[in-house]
């Protein structure tokens, strides 16, 4: 099954107010509220691409896929690469805990990811 799921990527870009920050890029709050919330059958093409730029992401990035019990896929279909194994963490969390003095080392590596 194929799932809208915009939690992943608020969480992987630490925003603590999704609705807000939604309502703030141009949705309306019972739009907002209908994306976060589940309750949406379709999305359009303009909304994704809202959210995408927004964000800074794909639209791959939005969905994940789980196997319907009874259809299963070929290992190499590319519906498989949409499977979440786990909930990402904060960046924020993880930066918590590194020590002061090895911040620099962190911050050059997401320099080099960024610019490379």
Known sequence: MLIFKLSRIF????????FA??????????TASNLL???VIQVK????????????????DLFE????EGRPL????????LKREKTPARLS????DIP???LHMVEELLNQLKNG
Not at 65 to 68: L, M, Q, R, Y
Not at 74 to 81: G, Y
């Open 11 to 18: 969480a992987l870009r630490g925003i603590d107010k999704p």
């Open 21 to 30: 920050y939604l309502v703030r890029i141009g949705f309306s709050r019972a």
């Open 37 to 39: 919330n589940d309750r």
């Open 45 to 60: 093409v303009g909304q994704l691409e809202t959210i995408c730029r927004a964000l800074n992401c794909t639209p791959n």
């Open 65 to 68: 896929w789980a196997p319907t």
């Open 74 to 81: 070929a290992e190499n279909h590319p519906l498989n690469n």
């Open 93 to 96: 969390q993880i930066v918590k």
């Open 100 to 102: 002061v003095d090895k």
